[in-house]
């Protein structure tokens, strides 16, 4: 059964960092679209970055390129999205998503499987 574990959320001030988890169950990494997405209050659902296990590619959303970045642990089944400079709009739900499809472009990313998601809360 695939499962998708968010952790590393929480209450932080502007300008600070976070680093979430996602850990994987029910499946291995390889071949398989890995993204992270966002919901903010009112807001549609939008992609924030997603890496494709097959060709180690990124697609990052354009407004988030510099800040956030992510990485893979394959040994513990775990990628982490970390986010710097952190802004009061960067306040949302996250959610990890899997999508099994060895392509090299993840921007492609349709998900099959979501993570229950976390809250990130920026404010002072």
């Known amino acids: 059964q695939v499962q998708l574990v968010e952790s590393g959320g929480g209450l932080v001030q502007p300008g600070e960092s976070l680093r979430l988890s996602c850990v994987a169950s029910g499946f291995t990494l390889d071949d398989w679209l890995i993204g992270w997405f966002r919901q903010a209050p009112g807001k549609e659902r939008e992609g924030v970055v997603s890496?494709?296990?097959?060709?180690?590619?990124?697609y990052y959303a354009d407004s988030l390129k510099g800040r956030f970045t992510i990485s893979t642990d394959n040994a513990k089944n775990t990628v982490y999205l970390q986010m710097n400079n952190l802004k009061p709009e960067d306040t949302a739900i996250y959610y990890c998503?899997?999508?099994?499809?060895?392509?090299?472009?993840?921007?492609?990313?349709?998900?099959?499987?979501w993570g229950r998601g976390i809250q990130v809360t920026v404010s002072s």
């Open positions: 998503a899997a999508e099994f499809r060895p392509i090299s472009r993840p921007a492609m990313m349709v998900p099959d499987y």
């Open positions: 890496i494709s296990m097959s060709y180690g590619t990124t």
